[in-house]
Nanobody, 114 residues
Framework: QVLLVESGGGLVQPGGSLTLSCAAS????????MNWYRQAPGKERELVAT????????NWHNSVKGRFTIYRINAKNTMYLQMNSLKPEETAVYYC???????WGQGTQVTVSS
């Protein structure tokens, strides 16, 4: 059974930082590219970034370049999204996605507000 579990969301002030985690199980994590998506209230889900099976990052959303870092530790079956200089408009549910795009986590809420 494939399982993706996000954690690390919460309330942060504008300009603050958070690091999200996605713990994966039930498949050969090291073989698959993984993605972070987000969905803000009333908006469509959008791709934030991708990390390939061997750690190359790509598909960056233009608005997060230089502020967010996506990485993975295959030995821990875990992917991360480090987010710096957060903005109120980045309030959203952040989702982990993988296995050729077929599986999703339940999401973790990130709220950027003073």
């Amino acid at each position: 059974q494939v399982l993706l579990v996000e954690s690390g969301g919460g309330l942060v002030q504008p300009g603050g930082s958070l690091t999200l985690s996605c713990a994966a199980s039930g498949f050969a994590f090291s073989r698959y590219d993984m993605n972070w998506y987000r969905q803000a209230p009333g908006k469509e889900r959008e791709l934030v970034a991708t990390v390939t099976s061997d750690g190359v990052t790509l598909n960056w959303h233009n608005s997060v370049k230089g502020r967010f870092t996506i990485y993975r530790i295959n030995a821990k079956n875990t992917m991360y999204l480090q987010m710096n200089s957060l903005k109120p408009e980045e309030t959203a549910v952040y989702y982990c996605n993988g296995v050729d795009g077929r599986y999703w986590g339940q999401g973790t809420q990130v709220t950027v507000s003073s």
